[in-house]
């Protein structure tokens, strides 16, 4: 008692929630108590084996038929495509969620969240947008030079960046560009010059009418290029080749993956250890993983509950916990909106920035009332922004969010004896209570069989700003 | 007895005791900010508003050549000089201008013009080149800059709808959004909210969970002020039924209550006319201007006006030339619009945009957006235009 609140200890409770927040979307309290009968190494073991099997998003179908297929896609069916997009996304949008929410290969799929992040990507052609997810679902645990390979053909990305546009004549130096800023190096580690020679070595690379990567020799330029201190007549595989031989791209990623799996802060020397060996593993992206949550480290106390979960983050977990679901897609998408996290569609390259980015008066309000408004029944009044087309009459009512919530399975299993006890908000709130607020929270006790009472516990606790930390 | 101890929920009856305490301790903290009182309205048209149809040439042969059924005809326009007249739905806008309140600013833009709503919004809003990612907004980082010690509050910057938009995110500061001062307030009906937010003691733990409970704090103070602040003038004015109207007229009975609020943001939605323009712009430009005219009119009741500038733009003109679904695609530079009862100089401020000089079919910028930006910021708030836009940007002179 006495060393009560200043030297925690973190139970093992809490370290099974952080392992499942941090590399997957969480589980629910039933789920970590099925957990807790095995060691730690045991549920990283765990976590590896069950993304091995994974399956693709398969929600649309190859927008072309076969005749199509031999010519390519018309201007026409282009248009049409781009019109019916926003409507795909949307389906495509609440496909993923779902994916992200019931997957046993939670890793892979956390990973692919954070790719599409990093490779951040959005064309009005939600199959390829799709497609797209499905390479980095497929190639998230390997090595990262499969992966940069694979994004820098994939056709969505090449679109996005305006590649088609990238010709001999006169090269178009967005892909280029980004490879090295976002991708790779990070800014400040290559020059201007650097930027025009890769655009060069990339010149030809585009997107046929079939919604594929072509390489079109005609607009390519074999010439001699100087890259980064070498010289040779470097294509664009080379010059992926010689961004992954250097170290900075080792630090760049792993400071990256630290901030997102760790902490928003990166001690130095750990950034430089765990770089190594990044790089010298050939970038194994799963084994830097999971050297990440072997390491005691992982566990202290200053990585725990010290990171804003993203808004999509924080709807997977009211799905897993509530079954959060919405009779419309377009809800859901105005609810991500809101709260400033759109799939597949990131603010540009350079992805969300996260952090306390994600927070403003206005979203924080929203994000803290959900589970109250869920509960009593109150649509939040969301409009679908930005509304470029919408009538100018839009009736507000048609914005309200219908959404339902199911609370039935987290009360029963408080109910069941012996787990109700003042240790509540434990199940839900990761952070050191010293920063909880004292305003005295206090909670039925194990003898409750008020279903009511517990609801209106568990809506305080999700309602608290520490609910919004993982 | 069953122990049912939500006890210390019930200690929000005491909590409106506490209310007056915690806002003189927390108030305090914070700075008045430079600019004489005065305030700045942004209205952004979104969409892309065809302005070639609301300021229209109507001696110029090119314009009716481009558009055989989409011109507008003299006898339809509210004339305002020789060659020049508004769209018959600007009627308040007329009134303006014949006053000498209103500046119309032609060919505003900027070099390379992105003809995605999406990113030209973003540059718009960001003010930023048309290659750079943007990660805030220019009215946030005037926020940011007003950061001495202690930042203004989140008020300072207001904008009626659910969701900020980026041109009020700064770096270090954000500004407040909100549908109407009430619902605002009624998020603190939650008693989590309200206790959290009163009980706020700055820590030096988790920085996360520091951030989460300052800025709930400081939106629970800025949700009171702007209610206290929403009712003091009441307008007994029409506006039209549209949210619009609805929320211009809160903004209107924000200011003429005298809150402290710097810059307030609004938009209207609608303006992506590719097909049937003619009836579609007519009908929405009708909402704004209505919703103009009784908001000037408040302004000045309240003895606001002169202390006001209202700019309006839309994140790109429509191309000049009509399509084949009797409407106009994306275009590039466009005229802004600038009301106040205070101008320096009113009028049309610039030459027309020149019909027979294109690029791709679009008008051709020959006034930087951030100009505009940097003329509000440097001559209306007292702000330092070149770090916040990130460059020198020539001033202009309607202030």
């Known amino acids: ?470 | 007895m069953r122990r049912r101890s939500f006890v210390k929920f019930s200690a929000l009856a005491s909590a409106s005791i506490l209310v007056p305490d915690f806002l003189k301790a927390f108030g305090n903290h914070y700075r008045e900010l430079p600019g004489n009182g005065r305030t700045l309205v942004v209205i952004q048209l979104s969409g892309g508003n065809d302005g070639l149809n609301c300021v229209v040439p109507y001696r110029n042969d090119l314009y009716y050549k481009a558009r055989p059924t989409l011109g507008l005809k003299r006898e339809e326009l509210h004339v305002l000089n020789d060659e020049t007249g508004l769209h018959e739905n600007l009627e308040s806008l007329a009134d303006l201008f014949h006053d000498g309140k209103l500046g119309i600013l032609h060919g505003v833009g900027y070099p390379n013009p992105n003809r995605s709503h999406f990113r030209s919004t973003d540059i718009w809003q960001a003010a930023c080149g048309e290659n750079e990612n943007a990660t805030s907004g220019w009215i946030g980082r005037y926020l940011d800059a007003q950061c001495e010690g202690s930042c203004p509050r989140p008020h300072a910057a207001v904008e009626i709808d659910d969701t900020l938009s980026l041109a009020l995110k700064g770096n270090k500061m954000k500004g407040l959004a909100f549908r109407n001062p009430q619902t605002l307030q009624q998020f603190f009906q939650n008693p989590v909210l309200r206790n959290t937010a009163e009980s706020y003691r700055h820590s030096h733990g988790n920085p996360a969970a520091e951030y989460l409970n300052k800025t709930l704090a400081e939106t629970y103070e800025s949700a009171g002020y702007i209610y206290d602040h929403s009712k003091i003038f009441r307008s007994k004015r029409l506006y039209p039924q549209h949210e619009f109207g609805q929320h211009l007229k809160t903004i209107a009975e924000l200011i003429a209550s005298g809150s402290e609020t710097r810059v307030y943001y609004i938009s209207l939605s609608g303006f992506d006319t590719h097909a049937f323009q003619l009836g579609q712009q007519s009908r929405i430009l009708k909402v704004y201007s209505e919703a103009m005219k009784s908001f000037c009119a408040d302004l000045a009741d309240a003895n606001r006006f002169h202390e006001t500038v209202i700019l309006t733009f839309s994140e790109f003109g429509r191309r000049v030339e009509q399509n084949a679904s009797k409407g106009t695609d994306h275009g590039a530079a466009n005229n802004v619009f600038i009301a106040g009862g205070n101008l320096a100089r009113s009028g049309l401020l610039n030459p027309l945009p020149d019909l027979g000089k294109l690029d791709q079919g679009d008008l051709v910028h020959s006034v930087d957006f951030r100009q505009v930006y940097a003329t509000l910021l440097v001559k209306w708030l007292q702000a330092d235009a070149s770090e916040i836009l990130n460059g020198n940007y020539p001033l202009l002179n309607f202030i």
């Open chain 1, 1 to 470: 008692m006495v060393i009560g609140l200043h030297l925690i200890v973190v139970t093992g409770q809490k370290k099974i929630q952080h392992l499942f927040l941090r590399a997957g979307f969480g589980e629910t309290p039933a789920g970590i108590l099925a957990l807790r009968k095995f060691t730690l190494p045991e549920l990283v073991s765990q976590l590896f084996s069950s993304s091995e099997k994974f399956r693709d998003l398969n929600y649309l179908p190859f927008p072309l038929n076969e005749s199509q297929e031999r010519k390519g896609a018309s201007p026409f069916q282009v248009l049409k495509m781009i019109l019916k997009s926003r409507q795909d996304m949307e389906e495509l949008n609440s496909e993923w969620l779902f994916k992200m929410t019931y997957t046993p290969a939670v890793l892979r799929e956390k990973l692919t969240f954070f790719w599409h992040n990093h490779f951040a990507t959005s064309v009005p052609f939600a199959y390829l947008m799709q497609v797209q997810n499905n390479t980095l679902r497929r190639l998230a645990l390997g090595p990262f030079g499969d992966l940069l390979h694979a994004i820098a053909k994939d056709p969505a990305m090449l679109l996005y960046l305006n590649n088609q546009q990238n010709k001999k004549d006169h090269p178009n130096e967005n892909f280029a560009r980004e490879v090295m800023e976002l991708f790779t190096l990070g800014i400040g580690h290559y020059t201007e010059q650097d930027i025009r020679e890769a655009a060069r070595a990339f010149t030809g690379w585009t997107v046929n009418a079939r919604g594929e990567y072509e390489f079109q020799k005609e607009h390519h330029d074999d010439g001699i290029k100087e890259f980064l201190g070498r010289k040779g007549n470097f294509n664009g595989e080379d010059i992926l080749n010689i961004l992954l031989e250097e170290k900075q791209t080792a630090r760049f990623l792993v400071s990256k993956i630290y901030r997102e799996y760790v902490n928003p802060t990166v001690p130095k020397e750990r950034l430089e250890t765990l770089s190594l060996a990044y790089y010298n593993s050939g970038y194994h992206t799963g084994e830097l993983l999971r050297s990440i949550f072997n390491s005691d480290w992982f566990y202290d106390e200053e990585n725990i509950g010290v990171k804003i979960c993203s808004p999509v983050e924080l709807i997977v977990r009211y799905k897993k916990l509530v079954d959060l679901q919405f009779k419309k897609n377009k809800t859901l998408v105005n609810l991500q909106y809101a709260l400033g996290q759109v799939l597949f569609f990131p603010p540009n390259v350079a992805g969300w920035k996260g952090g306390t980015q994600w927070i403003d008066s206005t979203s924080l309000l929203v994000r803290l009332s959900l589970a109250r408004y869920l509960v009593q029944g109150i649509p939040i009044g969301l409009k679908s922004r930005p509304a470029f087309e919408a009538p100018p009459d839009e009736s507000h009512a048609e914005t309200l969010m219908p959404a339902t919530s199911d609370w039935g399975p987290l009360t029963n299993f408080f109910k069941d004896k012996g787990r109700l006890t003042e240790s509540l908000p434990e199940h839900f709130i990761q952070c050191d209570p010293q920063d909880m607020n004292e305003n005295g929270f206090a909670y039925p006790g194990a003898e409750t069989t008020d279903e009511k009472d517990l609801i209106r516990s568990i809506v305080n606790i999700l309602s608290m700003p520490q609910f919004q930390l993982i």
